[in-house]
Nanobody, 131 residues
Protein backbone atom coordinates (compact mmCIF):
# COMPACT_ATOMS: atom_id res chain seq x y z
CA UNK A 1 0.00 0.00 0.00
CA UNK A 2 1.11 3.53 -0.74
CA UNK A 3 1.72 5.60 2.37
CA UNK A 4 2.87 9.17 2.90
CA UNK A 5 3.35 9.80 6.60
CA UNK A 6 3.75 13.48 7.43
CA UNK A 7 5.12 14.56 10.78
CA UNK A 8 6.86 17.44 12.51
CA UNK A 9 4.01 19.89 12.86
CA UNK A 10 3.34 21.74 16.07
CA UNK A 11 2.70 25.07 17.70
CA UNK A 12 5.30 27.82 17.61
CA UNK A 13 5.43 31.55 18.07
CA UNK A 14 6.01 34.05 15.31
CA UNK A 15 9.59 33.81 14.11
CA UNK A 16 9.92 30.19 15.16
CA UNK A 17 10.99 27.21 13.09
CA UNK A 18 9.70 23.74 12.32
CA UNK A 19 10.89 20.89 10.16
CA UNK A 20 8.26 18.76 8.50
CA UNK A 21 9.03 15.25 7.28
CA UNK A 22 7.10 13.00 4.95
CA UNK A 23 8.11 9.36 4.91
CA UNK A 24 6.99 7.48 1.83
CA UNK A 25 6.49 3.80 1.19
CA UNK A 26 4.78 1.55 -1.32
CA UNK A 27 6.04 3.21 -4.50
CA UNK A 28 9.32 4.03 -6.22
CA UNK A 29 10.05 7.21 -4.32
CA UNK A 30 13.15 8.10 -6.32
CA UNK A 31 11.11 8.43 -9.50
CA UNK A 32 8.48 10.75 -8.09
CA UNK A 33 8.29 14.50 -7.76
CA UNK A 34 7.26 15.48 -4.24
CA UNK A 35 5.32 18.48 -3.05
CA UNK A 36 3.98 20.18 0.04
CA UNK A 37 0.56 21.78 0.14
CA UNK A 38 -1.21 23.54 2.96
CA UNK A 39 -4.81 24.34 3.79
CA UNK A 40 -5.89 26.93 6.30
CA UNK A 41 -9.41 26.94 7.77
CA UNK A 42 -11.88 28.32 5.27
CA UNK A 43 -9.31 28.53 2.50
CA UNK A 44 -8.47 26.43 -0.52
CA UNK A 45 -5.50 24.12 -0.55
CA UNK A 46 -2.35 26.01 -1.58
CA UNK A 47 0.76 24.66 -3.25
CA UNK A 48 3.73 25.57 -1.05
CA UNK A 49 6.77 23.88 -2.52
CA UNK A 50 7.90 20.97 -4.65
CA UNK A 51 11.05 19.15 -5.60
CA UNK A 52 11.92 17.03 -8.61
CA UNK A 53 12.68 13.35 -8.38
CA UNK A 54 16.44 13.90 -8.34
CA UNK A 55 16.23 17.03 -6.20
CA UNK A 56 17.36 19.35 -8.95
CA UNK A 57 14.09 21.09 -9.69
CA UNK A 58 12.56 23.30 -7.02
CA UNK A 59 9.51 25.51 -6.64
CA UNK A 60 8.42 27.78 -3.80
CA UNK A 61 5.27 29.82 -3.47
CA UNK A 62 6.03 33.52 -3.27
CA UNK A 63 4.63 33.62 0.25
CA UNK A 64 7.29 31.23 1.57
CA UNK A 65 10.26 31.99 -0.65
CA UNK A 66 13.37 32.70 1.40
CA UNK A 67 11.85 31.18 4.56
CA UNK A 68 11.10 27.56 3.58
CA UNK A 69 13.50 24.98 2.17
CA UNK A 70 12.43 21.70 0.61
CA UNK A 71 14.79 18.75 0.37
CA UNK A 72 14.64 15.00 -0.08
CA UNK A 73 16.62 11.94 0.86
CA UNK A 74 15.90 9.26 -1.71
CA UNK A 75 17.80 6.67 0.34
CA UNK A 76 15.33 7.23 3.17
CA UNK A 77 12.30 7.82 0.91
CA UNK A 78 11.64 11.02 2.79
CA UNK A 79 10.96 14.62 1.81
CA UNK A 80 11.47 17.51 4.21
CA UNK A 81 10.20 21.06 4.54
CA UNK A 82 12.37 23.28 6.71
CA UNK A 83 10.31 26.29 7.80
CA UNK A 84 11.92 29.34 9.38
CA UNK A 85 10.68 32.78 10.39
CA UNK A 86 7.18 31.41 10.68
CA UNK A 87 4.24 33.80 10.57
CA UNK A 88 0.65 33.46 11.76
CA UNK A 89 -0.44 33.24 8.12
CA UNK A 90 1.56 30.02 7.81
CA UNK A 91 -0.94 28.36 10.14
CA UNK A 92 -2.49 25.46 8.24
CA UNK A 93 -2.58 21.72 7.85
CA UNK A 94 0.39 20.75 5.72
CA UNK A 95 0.12 17.81 3.32
CA UNK A 96 2.78 16.07 1.30
CA UNK A 97 2.02 14.72 -2.15
CA UNK A 98 3.78 12.60 -4.75
CA UNK A 99 3.46 12.35 -8.50
CA UNK A 100 5.17 9.98 -10.90
CA UNK A 101 4.12 11.82 -14.06
CA UNK A 102 3.73 15.51 -13.33
CA UNK A 103 7.09 17.20 -12.79
CA UNK A 104 7.67 19.83 -10.14
CA UNK A 105 6.73 23.27 -11.40
CA UNK A 106 4.77 26.36 -10.47
CA UNK A 107 1.99 25.21 -12.78
CA UNK A 108 1.85 21.77 -11.21
CA UNK A 109 1.49 23.19 -7.72
CA UNK A 110 -1.21 25.67 -8.70
CA UNK A 111 -3.28 23.56 -11.03
CA UNK A 112 -6.74 22.32 -10.11
CA UNK A 113 -6.81 19.73 -12.87
CA UNK A 114 -5.12 16.44 -13.63
CA UNK A 115 -1.97 18.48 -14.24
CA UNK A 116 -1.57 19.00 -10.49
CA UNK A 117 1.21 17.22 -8.64
CA UNK A 118 -1.01 14.85 -6.62
CA UNK A 119 -0.96 11.14 -7.45
CA UNK A 120 -0.72 10.33 -3.76
CA UNK A 121 -1.50 12.33 -0.61
CA UNK A 122 -0.36 12.13 2.97
CA UNK A 123 -2.63 12.61 5.97
CA UNK A 124 -1.50 16.11 6.93
CA UNK A 125 0.24 17.65 9.91
CA UNK A 126 -0.98 20.75 11.74
CA UNK A 127 1.23 23.84 11.97
CA UNK A 128 0.04 26.62 14.24
CA UNK A 129 1.90 29.90 14.54
CA UNK A 130 0.82 32.29 17.24
CA UNK A 131 1.57 35.99 17.37
Amino acid sequence: DVQLQASGGGSVQTGGSLRLSCAASGFAFGGYAMGWYRQAPGKEREGVSCIGSSGGNLYYADSVKGRFTISRDNAKSTVYLEMKDLKPEDTAVYYCAADGYVPCSRAAMNSTSAARLDDYWGQGTQVTVSS
